[in-house]
């Protein structure tokens, strides 16, 4: 079965410290896999894909993923975090019928 | 060009009442796809509209739920009768074109439903 898996429920980091918020999957045949971004009282924004070529991806907001096929993982990643960059990050892989298969969640908290 | 849209924004109701959600997505788009997150859970597909068809409704929990997307436009989500598991926030999204490459779904701010 299809799967995304987000291990950590929250991920607390200081500002301007490297950020990585994980994500693995299970998924037959090669994957698509994306990072959407939700924001308090807004929508889930886009940040980033992988649909093949290099593995890392570059995205939205500076953020940045790294696609390791061994080890079936997409890990969500920013040099420098700010404190604006607080919020709600789900992973997603797309499903045999285009639907977007989602982990759970990781509440991002970028301290002062 | 406007993002989708989604009416209410919020929605309270009692249990055994009906609700109807609304999703307009962005013009052009034949790709229509409804999600929710339950209770702080993943976000779950419900179901997905090509134009006016329903592709895929797999996801649909029960039949209490009924959507429709007539004239393949905007989408309507009713809920008939509404129980307390039903509590969540309802995305809806859209994207442009179908094919063998990927599609970026863009997604509505939301409706929170709360079943009391």
């Known amino acids: 079965a299809q799967s995304v898996a987000q291990p950590e429920d929250q991920v607390n980091v200081a500002e301007g410290n490297p950020l990585t918020v994980k994500c693995t999957y299970s998924?037959?045949?090669?994957?698509?896999l994306f990072w959407y971004v939700q924001y308090p009282n807004r929508g889930l924004q886009f940040l980033l894909k992988?649909?093949?070529?290099d593995n890392l991806v570059k995205g939205s907001y500076g953020f940045e993923a790294e696609f390791n096929k061994s080890q079936t993982s997409f890990h969500l990643k920013k040099p420098s975090a700010l404190v604006s960059d607080s919020a709600l990050y789900f992973c997603?892989?797309?499903?045999?019928?285009?639907?977007?298969?989602w982990g759970a969640g990781t509440k991002l908290i970028i301290k002062p | 060009e406007a993002g989708v849209t989604q009416f209410p924004s919020h929605s309270v109701i009692e249990k055994g009442q009906t609700v109807t959600l609304r999703c307009d997505p962005i013009?052009?788009?034949?790709?229509l796809y409804w999600y929710r997150r339950v209770m702080g859970k993943e976000i779950k597909f419900l179901l997905h509209?090509?134009?006016?068809?329903?592709?895929?409704e797999s996801g649909m929990p029960n039949n209490r739920f009924l959507a429709e997307r007539t004239g393949g436009t905007y989408s309507t989500l009713k809920v008939q009768p509404a129980e307390l598991e039903d509590s969540g926030v309802y995305f809806c999204?859209?994207?442009?074109?179908?094919?063998?490459?990927?599609?970026?779904?863009?997604f509505g701010p939301g409706t929170r439903l709360t079943v009391l």
């Open positions: 999204a859209s994207s442009h074109s179908r094919g063998p490459a990927y599609n970026e779904q863009f």
């Open positions: 013009s052009g788009h034949d790709n």
């Open positions: 509209f090509v134009k006016e068809s329903k592709q895929d």
């Open positions: 998924v037959s045949g090669n994957p698509y």
């Open positions: 992988y649909i093949t070529g």
């Open positions: 997603a892989v797309r499903g045999s019928n285009y639907q977007l298969i």
